[in-house]
């Protein structure tokens, strides 16, 4: 049997000013816990990949949605799945707590926060399907 085919939808949540790039690790009792992405998820059936975007967001981080637009879809293979990942832009949001306005913060699921910048350092480690996408934000901004 072969590796099951997930959809994922990520966003590549903006800070006020659209100078930081918010990225969470993966939470403790996942496949690739500690690792870093963007936040997001997997897709349920019965969802468009807007909803999916925001449910994840709201369950994982405790934010609300109220701007995005599509911005490009990736594909990765994992040792445990292959994954189509669909990234949104999340320019307008708000959130339930103040820990995501801080540099660094903890989540509803135990995993952490980082604003990363075009210029500076990067958690590590990062999630393969990750690096491509920093590297298209970068250009996008750049």
């Known amino acids: 049997m072969g590796r099951p085919d997930l959809i994922v939808c990520a966003g590549l949540v903006l800070s006020e000013s659209g100078e930081h790039l918010l990225l969470t690790s993966r939470p403790p009792g996942k496949v690739y816990a500690g690792w870093w992405e963007c936040p997001g998820g997997k897709q349920e059936p019965t969802e ?8 994840e967001l709201e ?61 500076g350092p990067t958690p590590f480690p990062l999630l393969p399907a990750t690096l491509p996408v920093l590297e298209r934000v970068r250009n996008r901004r750049g």
């Open 48 to 55: 468009s990949l807007e909803q999916t975007l925001h449910r």
């Open 59 to 119: 369950e994982e981080l405790g934010l609300r949605v109220h701007e995005q637009a599509f911005a490009f879809t990736i594909e990765h293979s994992y040792a445990h799945a292959n994954v189509t990942l669909h990234f949104f832009w999340v320019s307008r949001w708000s959130a339930d707590h103040q820990a995501m306005l801080l540099p660094t913060a903890s989540a509803r699921e135990g995993q952490q926060l980082c604003w990363v910048t075009d210029s």
